[in-house]
């Protein structure tokens, strides 16, 4: 396993959460020590910790103090492939009204709201220190501003895919703090355009060294590039896009790795990986209390088998969330490799079912009795899995997709390096459909599968009541867009304008 020199240092950030108000008055910053703030963020060593303080955020979508939110399955429940699952529809129930496109201002998710806007403002705070730092290297001023505006971006893209039209800011609000809320289409703008100045400055490798795995690289930006521009439809961009998929490509630090232990320890940052956000549990502190310390995540303690005996294969027991849908199971080919990978049969050992159980539980990311770690935190959350967020299967299928009218001869070589990659030796021919399947078998439980249905325009016809009264509801337009929560509408005073929802 690689070490990430973030998460040595991540005991820091907490500390400096501390100081700076991490709760209600995450939009305020104390320095930590006695000296002005001014003062204090005039040294590189300094404006390191400042740039450790923008990356903590990506850790606490799972647990933030008030709610369970993991980043993928917060997407993935309001698609087609996994169920929420927990004790019964009150359990977690806001997840259940996600699902059903019944959340309520009342009733919706509030933690990646939060988490995000205070990812926004550490960025904020980030680059303007840099301004205040003597003695930089252009190389190093470049790369932090980069790391710095590429954070920012992947911060609002999360409230900007879940609530759409929110509040933007690159300077960081003063009392009352109230902001204007945009458009999501003026949020669009305003990320792609911080997003090109980030990819102008050009001052992060393809890829990091093994010492350095978990910060910012340039395969990053481009795939966060091509994200949110194929999920905008912007064809003005589908060029560039291509062209950055195409660089990834042809990088030799990137390419497929065995799925079978992709999401294992021994492939966490594989040559596959291109981004991942990492959790060191060894030694951990985090806990229910301490929501931002150091350690690992609580993913796994959601999604294992509720009350599973141990010890008769590798797998700890859970609180049974997040089961696999038995047709997500059935959609693999015989001979696929990734249904094993994905599909965790949870009827081999004792167990209590719980509410939506199929027996099939989210094998990319259950918690494995041999590296559960030790620690003073909290128990539950003492496993080290990290969240694979970009993986250049993802590149190959983007590149495939957006080559389709182009150049569909390589669209059809890359779409086949992911399918025959997971063990199947017939070639597929380069089409949409094709390439929507594909996408659908490579990363259930990886938060992709409910944006790809909404920019293909499928979601409306895909996303329907289901046959066992799960869900109710159809996806409508008018769905796109959670509710904003109501403590914010309430703390805008006036000024937040609530989704029609």
């Known amino acids: 396993m690689k070490h990430n020199r973030i998460l040595s240092v991540i005991a820091f950030a907490g500390i400096l959460c501390a100081a700076s108000s991490c709760g209600d008055g995450f939009l305020t910053v104390d320095n930590p020590t006695a000296a002005p703030i001014e003062d204090y963020f005039t040294t590189e060593p300094h404006l390191q910790e400042a740039l450790v303080a923008a990356y903590a955020p990506l850790h606490w979508t799972d647990w933030n103090g008030s709610q369970y939110n993991p980043l993928m399955i917060m997407s993935d429940i309001m698609a087609d492939q996994i169920w929420v699952g927990g004790n019964d529809k009150t359990d977690n129930q806001f997840w259940h009204m996600m699902m059903n496109y019944e959340a309520t201002s009342e009733q919706t998710m509030k933690g990646i709201w939060s988490t995000a806007y205070s990812g926004v403002k550490r960025c904020n705070d980030l680059l303007t220190y840099l301004g205040w730092t003597e003695g930089l290297s252009e190389e190093t001023a470049k790369a932090v501003e980069e790391q710095g505006r590429l954070l ?111 999401f294992k320890r021994e492939g966490e940052w594989c040559q596959e990986s291109i981004f991942e956000i990492t959790y060191r549990a060894d030694g951990q502190v985090r806990s229910y209390d301490n929501p931002l310390g150091a350690g690992g995540t609580i993913l796994c303690q959601l999604i294992g088998p509720y009350v599973m005996t141990e010890g008769s294969d590798d797998h700890k027991a859970g609180w049974g969330f997040a089961p696999v849908r038995k047709s997500t199971y059935d959609m693999y080919a015989a ?167």
């Open 152 to 262: 920012r971006v992947y911060y609002y893209s999360w409230l900007w895919k879940f609530w759409g039209n929110v509040v933007y800011y690159e300077q960081n609000l003063t009392a009352p703090f109230i902001g204007e809320q945009l458009k999501a289409d003026a949020v669009y703008s305003k990320m792609i355009a911080d997003l090109e100045a980030a990819i102008a400055l050009d001052a992060l490798p393809m890829r990091q060294p093994d010492n350095k795995a978990g910060y910012l690289t340039k395969a990053f930006a481009y795939m966060l590039y091509a994200e949110i521009v194929m999920y905008q439809k912007d064809e003005a961009r589908y060029g560039t896009a291509l062209g950055y998929m195409k660089e990834i490509i042809n990088d030799p630090g990137y390419d497929l790795s065995d799925y079978t232990t992709l």
């Open 335 to 501: 001979g696929d490799v990734r249904r094993d990978a994905t599909c965790y049969n949870a009827t081999v050992n004792a167990y209590e079912p719980r509410y939506q159980d199929t027996g099939y539980f989210l094998e990319k990311y259950q918690g494995s009795q041999a590296d559960y770690a030790t620690g003073d935190g909290a128990p539950d959350m003492r496993f080290g899995n990290n969240y694979r967020i970009y993986r250049y299967a993802e590149t190959l299928l983007n590149a495939a997709e957006l080559a389709l009218q182009s150049d569909p001869a390589s669209a059809k070589t890359w779409l086949n390096l992911v399918h025959n990659r997971a063990g199947l030796s017939d070639t597929v021919e380069a089409t949409l459909e094709n390439i929507q399947k594909e996408r659908a078998l490579e990363f259930v439980g990886e938060g992709k599968r409910y944006w790809d249905l909404i920019r293909w325009g499928l979601a409306s016809t895909v996303l329907v009541p289901d046959e066992f009264g799960y869900r109710t509801n159809s996806w409508s337009e008018s769905k796109k867009y959670l509710p904003i929560p109501q403590s914010e509408i309430d703390a805008a005073q006036g000024t937040l304008v609530q989704n029609n929802y």
